[in-house]
């Protein structure tokens, strides 16, 4: 049905197609007049289209020096923060390095004092050793003394008889008069 149809067009359209060709007359195509009116727009438009392209080109390179002013702040702001960047990480890595540093003198620091914590300690278990020594032993003399002098006591009480007893009272207010006369 298509192919109809286009054949249908098509024939009725052969009668203009027969008069289809160039027009070679110069006046009936327009060309002088076409002529005069590109003459005439190229002379009086020549400095209207020049000042409208000078105008484009120069916002065009206003545009691109702006842009290129606003890329080299963009740069300048960018090196900037790379420098803020780096002295960033310079800081942390002193602080961390302080850090570091302040921690092994604490942890040093704590060492010593643990140190001389603990030689204090052993010295003062030392001084109580010795105290405790030295108590015990004047305990022990004086438990011996206790002792040898109950020994003595009883070694004399058994061995004492009266006579023996008179005679050591006898010496002993011997011995008392002879200090009061030399005391004179």
């Not at 060492?111 to 020594?133: G, Y």
Request: hydrophobic letters at 40%; a neutral charge.
């Amino acid at each position: 049905m298509n192919s109809e149809t286009y054949w249908i067009i098509s024939s009725n359209n052969w009668d203009l197609a027969e008069s289809f060709g160039f027009n070679t007359n110069i006046l009936e195509t327009n060309l002088i007049n076409l002529a005069v009116v590109i003459g005439v727009l190229v002379y009086f438009g020549k400095g209207v289209l020049t000042t409208i392209l000078n105008n484009r080109k120069e916002t065009i390179l206003s545009t691109i020096r702006d842009a290129e002013e606003r890329y080299q702040e963009a740069i300048e702001k960018l090196n900037q923060a790379r420098t803020q960047l780096e002295q960033a990480k310079a800081k942390a890595e002193e602080i961390r390095v302080n850090g570091v540093l302040q921690m092994e003198r604490e942890k040093q620091e704590l060492i010593k004092a643990a140190d001389e914590d603990s030689k204090r300690l052993e010295e003062t278990k030392n001084l109580t050793i010795r105290f405790a020594e030295q108590k015990a032993i004047v305990q022990i003399r004086q438990q011996i003394s206790r002792l040898t002098v109950k020994r003595a006591l009883e070694i004399i009480n058994s061995r004492l008889n009266l006579d023996l007893h008179a005679r050591m009272i006898d010496y002993h207010i011997g011995l008392f008069k002879a200090m009061k006369t030399s005391a004179e």
